[in-house]
């Protein structure tokens, strides 16, 4: 089994100055809409094609919660800033993503942001080349790290201090690897750091961040998370009409799992499922897509049996 779809890194010369002026025209333009009890994502999916710049929503903002917006002839930057309100966010604006955090994070957001132009300004590291990176549904932030990371020469020395998550589709917000890493890791409280030539140590958000005031670029390598076992661990994802062997599939790899698989059950993998989990554990994730396929899901240690429910 297989995801549906390919993680995609395109890495090109940074847009020009023709491409940044539309984008500011686009976000400029007036809009009228109407959205009533309508999800976020729904607002957000027809803004970002309106701006001609991807949307992301930060792990923390609910995307199906119904939501009231009406707008009459306001800009789309303005009509942006009104819908991030509306789902209890603010607007983070790169030149190539929008990116919606919290509105009570984006102070860090920002620290962090101006933490990286200052590197970036210096051009001295290949983590300052911009990259196209898009994914299919459910993606998991690791994986995604690994491939923003991919022919700069630079690796992460604790992959397993990224938690767990499952992210809907992005096709193409184009950022510096720098700026991807910062985007990728923001949700879970974390940032990364350079601890040695071509290591990148992932290490919780320093405290002068928190408070507004820029990173500086670290000299030693930070306090790194403590790596949480898989017991432990959280799951936030939603997945609506995805065959139920491609979401097991995904838990698989993003967990180092075996699995073991009955003639009887192969079928109902097929089965389209939709499950929305928030901060569940995996045995808990298990259960509920067993529950919506009909599957018996029994997981020991790393390996889980996959049988099906009489």
């Given amino acids: 089994m297989a995801l549906v779809g390919a993680l995609s890194v395109a890495a090109a010369a940074a847009p020009g100055a023709a491409v940044a002026d539309d984008r500011r025209e686009r976000l400029a333009q007036p809009i009228s809409a109407v959205w009533r009890e309508a999800p976020g994502r729904t607002m957000f999916a027809r803004l970002s094609t309106t701006a001609g710049v991807p949307v992301m929503l930060d792990r923390r903002i609910d995307p199906t919660s119904p939501r009231t917006l009406e707008a009459r002839g306001q800009s789309v930057r303005e009509v942006i800033d009104r819908a991030a309100q509306a789902v209890g966010g603010s607007p983070y604006f790169f ?37 196209t990176l898009s994914w299919p ?55 990364f750091e350079e601890s040695g030539a071509g290591v990148l140590t992932v290490a919780e958000i320093p405290p002068q961040a928190k408070q507004g005031v820029a990173a500086p670029r670290p000299a030693a390598r930070g306090r790194a998370p403590a790596r949480v076992s898989i017991e432990e661990q959280r799951v936030t994802f939603v997945v609506r009409g995805e065959q139920a062997g491609r979401v097991l599939q995904s838990l698989a790899s993003s967990f180092d799992l075996t699995l073991k698989v009955s003639p009887e059950a192969e079928a109902r993998l097929k089965t389209p499922v939709t499950i929305e989990a928030r901060q569940r554990t995996l045995d808990a994730v298990l259960a509920l897509l067993g529950e919506a396929a009909g599957l018996r899901l029994t997981r020991a240690a790393r390996q889980v049996a996959v049988d099906a429910q009489p």
Avoid: H
């Fill in 137 to 191: 549904a459910l993606s998991s932030p690791s994986e995604l790290v690994t491939r923003a990371l991919e022919g700069s020469g630079w690796r992460v020395a604790n992959p397993g201090a990224i938690p767990f998550d499952l992210w809907p589709p992005m096709d193409g917000g184009r950022l510096s690897r720098r700026e991807w890493l910062t985007v990728l890791l923001f949700g879970f409280g974390l940032t």
């Fill in 95 to 131: 030149p190539g993503l929008i990116y919606i955090v919290p509105a009570e994070k984006v102070g860090e957001l920002e620290s962090l942001a101006a933490r990286d132009q200052a590197a970036i300004a210096r051009r001295d590291s290949t983590l300052d080349a911009p990259i």
